[in-house]
Structures are given as C-alpha cells and as structure tokens.
C-alpha cells in the first residue's frame, strides 16, 4: 500500500527527492511518516506530515529536509538537500491505519564524501 521510490547514490552536498506513493488508504487523512535505517542501526523517524500538513522534523535533518504532500497524486515527498555521509540509509514511509502499522518497501539513500 506505500511504495517509496527516488533513491541512488549523491555525493556530499548533493540533493535527491524521496517520494512515497500510497493505495488502498483513504490517504488525504493520513498521517505519513518517514523513516530510515543505517546497516548496524536502529530504524529512526525522520519527518512526517499530517493531514493539515503540519509537519515534524528531527533535530539532524532540520533546515536541510522539506516534507511535503500532494493529495491529488497521493504522494508524500522528502526533499533532502545539503546531504552527509551520515544521511546514507535505507528510507521507508510509514502509516498507520486502523491500529495496524503499514511500511512500505525502502528506498537505498547512498551519500558519498
């Protein structure tokens, strides 16, 4: 039901847009969250938005990170700019629906020095 696409492999510095496209969820009402997980590491939060397009960013990708929705295509895009190292990471979006926790298959995010 959510399928992240738009990684690859940038170099330092560089930009890449993530997005997350949604079916079978009413998705206008939800709230999509994305997540990442480095090898060795435990999966993280890295931004969501709700459905008022309020949005949440952790400490490491603020200034740097844009979420954004378009509930027409019934997408969620990540916008990731000015790109570490540290940035390179499995990425999956998330939702929850009736209680029920849906991941969608990651996208590889591979950052170069």
């Known amino acids: 039901q959510l399928q992240a696409f738009g990684g690859g492999l940038v170099q330092a510095g560089g930009s890449l847009r993530l997005g997350c496209a949604a079916r079978?969820?009413?998705?206008?009402?939800?709230?999509i969250d994305w997540y990442r997980q480095a090898p060795g590491k435990q999966r993280e939060l890295v931004a969501n938005i709700d459905s008022d397009r309020n949005t949440y960013y952790v400490d490491f990708v603020k200034g740097r990170f844009t979420i954004s929705r378009d509930n027409v295509k019934r997408t969620v895009y990540l916008q990731m700019d000015s790109l570490k190292p540290e940035d390179t990471a499995n990425y999956y979006c998330?939702?929850?629906?009736?209680?029920?926790?849906?991941w969608g298959k990651g996208t590889q995010v591979t950052v170069s020095s």
């Open positions: 998330h939702t929850i629906r009736g209680g029920t926790d849906f």
């Open positions: 079978g969820i009413n998705f206008r009402l939800h709230t």
